[in-house]
């Protein structure tokens, strides 16, 4: 769960870079990094990510053992090789910051840099921007169903490897998720961790009565899972717990599956009536905000939800439309005009303006009372302070009220 | 992109191994892995990322780093810590070996271990073998769906961060594809490394023609990218390249855009016309299994197809809906009875018969001409021969032809 290495790179960009050079083609390029178009139903991104691509980009070398594997292969001549060896990233990097809203054709990274090193780096580019814009787009959805009701996470087991698990629960908390179950993403990001139990341990226990009364008198507090068996028995035994161990000693109760809506209603009854209003109720099961949204629109009585596989490994997009796309060539701006894939050459800026975002050639001039987007994260090689900022400041950003704006394209930006 | 640390776990795993040792629940669990329902339209799953799993087994240790954050939480004592220093994973493991064909139900993973053992690993597990299964089971289907015509995987940009796109190349690979364009899987597991150009090669060049020749020269028998402006002058200019350097310079066209079908027949009779029969068509963009049968079954002259975002993050199974459930406790068989997510109690077997599947109790005899499906891939946590085996020898195990299979429940597991 390191930075990738140097050979995370796909091979045509190695063998267009030699050509690069051996041609002399080494003047400055300008890619950027876009998403084409949004899932469906989707109207905004976060975006998400940044911090670890310019861990790539500061880090980016190749080691002597990268070079022995390149000089095996057949395509690779020693010259280049060499050229390899002293290879840094030595260019700028514009982007808008963590947790910042974004829209489609709009750039989530730009690269301006000798053409050979903005090339090589287009594979982890968009690996390691694209994934986590996804994840915390996907869970600002659910925190904004949520209305105001925590959302946490605990989708590690689904997502897509362990990298992906830790890089998912830090986007779900800058979108503004409450917590995680991860501890490694607890460790490494100061996400707030939290966790209730499985079933294992009432099957283990055999009792599921006794299962709660050990697990309240050593965590008082906890949450307890009621739906091992069947969830309003089991229900009636966390209400039996909570008696027993007295006020705040159950903290709330946990439905994974079922209707859930039924069956928060059902438990929220029975809570009630035995006084245990200060009992919360946790739904989880394959939650996003669709359901999020269903439940909520029929009042069923959930205080948090819990969501995991949906966000980390979002069913409606397993992917963005992403791409990362040359837009200027020492000076000249290109785009290519592939069928129903064309882009829109020239560096760009987007401006943020009251209703809507303009995006316009990076050297038009600044607009009255707009803001750009884009920032200058890294200068040289080197981090910005704009590219240093700590994971509180991008989660504050993402949680400025959303409202879906229009994106306008300066027509300067089309001649 | 190393094994995930003794920290990749679920709080609740940690709070439920802390009681379990201090309420002397120590004896031996049995825990299985399953897929519970396939995506739709799938018959069939080819199991994979059973080495990374058995690693991590290996692997497990608390570090002194991970102790030090685990006493900085509220929950833990200072007896658990030191237990935790001691842990090691000292169980069996039983799995299919990867590249076999499995299906729901039938355990993935089976671990027999002392119970908090077998609960801590319960996020990794999951993690590492339910995202390599879903690539391999649906490359296996993209393979089925070329009949006999070259796949190769390119999908690294696209993948779930770093390491999701290296186990993805890894899982193609068993699964049947020929090759990949990612170099830090061809390194790391000796997968064929295959690579043709950009859009932005072209566009850095800035003429077509004049790029096309640039790459022969140095690439001979490479392959070229046709369609940056428009397909068919594309193929014009790819021609004119082939002439000028002969036969056997230009190995490939690509076609990444526009109606496949179409630009492929039109490409075919350019290629033909000029004589250049031997000049093969690539096909890629979005493509999977459903777009391969497609184009296949109008007869669309495309000789290999290059696969990425489809297969590495498949968008009709994002996850697999997969569970790590505990089915004996202290020789005792388990089952949760959550409505609509009952599990089956009892460790399994599996056995392979001629016409069909038969999951049965691991103590019942074997079956005559059955063949078991789980194998001992590790004793006391260490691996054994059966799980230690090449890429190569599961690629072959994949390849054997797959029929959909029946999968029978023998009835003693259901008492």
């Given at each position: 769960?390191?930075?990738?290495?140097?050979?995370?790179?796909?091979?045509?960009?190695?063998?267009?870079?030699?050509?690069?050079?051996?041609?002399?083609?080494?003047?400055?390029?300008?890619?950027?990094?876009?998403?084409?178009?949004?899932?469906?139903?989707?109207?905004?991104?976060?975006?998400?990510?940044?911090?670890?691509?310019?861990?790539?980009?500061?880090?980016?070398?190749?080691?002597?053992?990268?070079?022995?594997?390149?000089?095996?292969?057949?395509?690779?001549?020693?010259?280049?090789?060499?050229?390899?060896?002293?290879?840094?990233?030595?260019?700028?990097?514009?982007?808008?910051?963590?947790?910042?809203?974004?829209?489609?054709?709009?750039?989530?990274?730009?690269?301006?840099?000798?053409?050979?090193?903005?090339?090589?780096?287009?594979?982890?580019?968009?690996?390691?921007?694209?994934?986590?814009?996804?994840?915390?787009?996907?869970?600002?959805?659910?925190?904004?169903?949520?209305?105001?009701?925590?959302?946490?996470?605990?989708?590690?087991?689904?997502?897509?490897?362990?990298?992906?698990?830790?890089?998912?629960?830090?986007?779900?908390?800058?979108?503004?998720?409450?917590?995680?179950?991860?501890?490694?993403?607890?460790?490494?990001?100061?996400?707030?961790?939290?966790?209730?139990?499985?079933?294992?341990?009432?099957?283990?226990?055999?009792?599921?009565?006794?299962?709660?009364?050990?697990?309240?008198?050593?965590?008082?507090?906890?949450?307890?899972?009621?739906?091992?068996?069947?969830?309003?028995?089991?229900?009636?035994?966390?209400?039996?717990?909570?008696?027993?161990?007295?006020?705040?000693?159950?903290?709330?109760?946990?439905?994974?599956?079922?209707?859930?809506?039924?069956?928060?209603?059902?438990?929220?009854?029975?809570?009630?009536?035995?006084?245990?209003?200060?009992?919360?109720?946790?739904?989880?099961?394959?939650?996003?905000?669709?359901?999020?949204?269903?439940?909520?629109?029929?009042?069923?009585?959930?205080?948090?939800?819990?969501?995991?596989?949906?966000?980390?490994?979002?069913?409606?997009?397993?992917?963005?439309?992403?791409?990362?796309?040359?837009?200027?060539?020492?000076?000249?701006?290109?785009?290519?005009?592939?069928?129903?894939?064309?882009?829109?050459?020239?560096?760009?800026?987007?401006?943020?303006?009251?209703?809507?975002?303009?995006?316009a050639r990076f050297d038009e001039p600044p607009l009255g009372e707009?803001?750009?987007?884009?920032?200058?994260?890294?200068?040289?090689?080197?981090?910005?302070?704009?590219?240093?900022?700590?994971?509180?400041?991008?989660?504050?950003?993402?949680?400025?009220?959303?409202?879906?704006?229009?994106?306008?394209?300066?027509?300067?930006?089309?001649?």
């Amino acid at each position: 769960m390191n930075t990738p290495s140097a050979l995370f790179v796909d091979l045509y960009e190695l063998t267009m870079a030699q050509l690069y050079y051996e041609r002399g083609m080494t003047r400055e390029a300008v890619f950027e990094l876009t998403v084409r178009e949004l899932p469906e139903q989707w109207d905004y991104l976060i975006a998400s990510g940044l911090d670890r691509a310019l861990s790539f980009l500061e880090q980016l070398r190749f080691s002597e053992d990268d070079l022995e594997f390149l000089g095996s292969l057949p395509q690779f001549s020693q010259a280049f090789i060499d050229q390899l060896r002293r290879l840094r990233f030595t260019g700028d990097v514009w982007a808008p910051p963590e947790g910042a809203i974004a829209y489609p054709d709009e750039p989530l990274v730009q690269v301006i840099a000798p053409l050979a090193e903005a090339q090589i780096i287009e594979t982890a580019m968009i690996n390691q921007i694209a994934f986590p814009t996804l994840v915390a787009s996907k869970a600002a959805r659910a925190v904004d169903a949520a209305a105001g009701r925590p959302v946490i996470e605990f989708g590690g087991r689904r997502a897509h490897g362990a990298e992906a698990a830790i890089e998912a629960s830090r986007a779900t908390y800058i979108a503004g998720f409450e917590a995680t179950s991860s501890v490694e993403a607890g460790r490494r990001f100061g996400v707030p961790i939290t966790g209730t139990m499985a079933h294992s341990f009432v099957l283990a226990e055999g009792d599921e009565a006794e299962a709660f009364d050990a697990f309240v008198s050593r965590y008082p507090g906890t949450t307890l899972l009621v739906d091992t068996y069947d969830t309003q028995p089991g229900v009636a035994n966390a209400v039996r717990t909570a008696r027993r161990f007295g006020p705040g000693s159950v903290g709330a109760i946990r439905i994974d599956s079922g209707d859930l809506r039924t069956e928060a209603w059902q438990a929220r009854v029975m809570l009630d009536t035995a006084g245990l209003s200060d009992v919360r109720i946790v739904a989880s099961g394959g939650l996003d905000e669709y359901q999020i949204a269903d439940l909520l629109s029929v009042n069923a009585p959930i205080d948090i939800f819990a969501c995991g596989t949906s966000i980390v490994a979002p069913p409606d997009a397993a992917t963005l439309d992403s791409a990362y796309k040359m837009v200027e060539y020492d000076g000249r701006p290109v785009a290519k005009r592939s069928p129903g894939k064309p882009g829109i050459g020239h560096r760009k800026q987007v401006w943020r303006l009251p209703e809507h975002d303009l995006i316009a050639r990076f050297d038009e001039p600044p607009l009255g009372e707009a803001e750009p987007l884009l920032q200058q994260v890294m200068a040289a090689g080197q981090r910005t302070a704009a590219g240093s900022e700590s994971l509180t400041q991008m989660r504050a950003r993402a949680a400025v009220g959303r409202v879906p704006r229009r994106v306008e394209t300066d027509p300067s930006l089309l001649r």
